[in-house]
């Protein structure tokens, strides 16, 4: 009877079946300091985004889902209502006088914003003599607080003895109750907001204007294209990226905007000033009685309609670049 005799193992290649060969283990040996490293780096950056993003997202879902009061708030027992609270919002008289001017408010910043700052970066992209101190000049509104911004154009509309009824009164137009009138109030605020975030869209136009390489225009020139011509159809397809991530950030910052409404009108009068993010802001703390519940379910419909428009951005910025 002939014998087999297995073959012989050569040291260090595994003594058992789960044993890994040297070469993996060298491997792993390798691999998991750079892992830790990583993971060292990333620490921070995952610390900052559950902190601050993840855990206060939580806590307004689950504000949004009790029934709070002060009490409740201070000694965590409220009861779950389920979607209650929102029925609740979206069932108020409030809420589409709120969503109107929420909407009013937005995209008539939005347009004027983006229109008067893009204006203005075509005329500073040519240099000349003071371009440097009046472009320093526009960025004012942007480096004053915002309250002190919306206390100057409080006084400014203010009816009695504002700025700007006494300028119209030299022209012989009578008083106009620019914040106390329900038909003008949100107009009002809405001029105060579109004079704030100009320098915002100036700036970030006006860098997007330098990166446009002068030779286009130069062939632009020579085929004929008068200076209409050259900002249809060489500055603004080419400035597309830039005014798409301008208007999704001047989207979200106007849809929370609180401080400036609130200086000039406190959402009034009757509600006629009120958007969704002072809605909020006045349940949690511009009664005395605070509503913490109401407040939390207005401020998910506002994180709500930003993801939207941030998802609607990212499938469009998909689609441009697979075209590309």
Do not use: C
């Amino acid at each position: 009877m002939t014998t087999i005799s297995a073959a012989p193992r050569r040291a260090g290649s595994g003594a058992g079946p789960g044993d890994p060969p040297d070469r993996t283990r060298r491997g792993l040996r390798r691999v998991r300091p750079t892992q830790w490293a990583a993971l060292a780096f990333a620490a921070p950056l995952l610390t900052y985004l559950v902190v601050f993003y993840a855990f206060p997202l939580y806590r307004n879902i689950e504000l949004s889902v009790h029934d709070y009061n002060v009490r409740a708030f201070v000694q965590g027992n409220a009861e779950f209502v389920g979607l209650d609270i929102f029925r609740d919002v979206v069932g108020s008289g409030t809420f589409p006088v709120a969503v109107r001017n929420t909407a009013i408010f937005v995209v008539v910043s939005l347009v004027f914003q983006y229109a008067l700052g893009l204006a203005l970066a075509v005329f500073f992209r040519t240099s000349f003599r003071l371009s440097a101190v009046l472009r320093g000049m526009f960025l004012v509104p942007w480096l004053l607080p915002l309250i002190v911004s919306a206390s100057t154009w409080s006084w400014m509309l203010n009816g009695d003895n504002g700025i700007v009824n006494s300028v119209l009164g030299a022209f012989g137009i009578g008083q106009i109750n620019w914040l106390t009138d329900p038909s003008l109030a949100i107009w009002s605020v809405t001029i105060a907001n579109i004079w704030l975030g100009i320098p915002f869209n100036l700036v970030i136009l006006y860098s997007g204007l330098q990166n446009i390489p002068g030779d286009v225009y130069e062939a632009a020139s020579l085929d004929g294209a008068n200076a209409w011509q050259q900002f249809w159809r060489v500055t603004f397809p080419l400035l597309r990226p830039v005014s798409a991530i301008t208007l999704l950030l001047g989207f979200i910052y106007t849809l929370k905007v609180v401080d400036v409404i609130w200086v000039m009108t406190t959402g009034g009068p009757a509600n006629a000033s009120t958007t969704l993010a002072v809605w909020s802001y006045r349940e949690a703390f511009g009664t005395g009685q605070p509503a913490f519940s109401p407040a939390a379910a207005v401020g998910n419909v506002l994180i709500l309609v930003a993801l939207v428009i941030g998802l609607v951005y990212v499938q469009v910025q998909r689609r441009q670049e697979k075209a590309a």
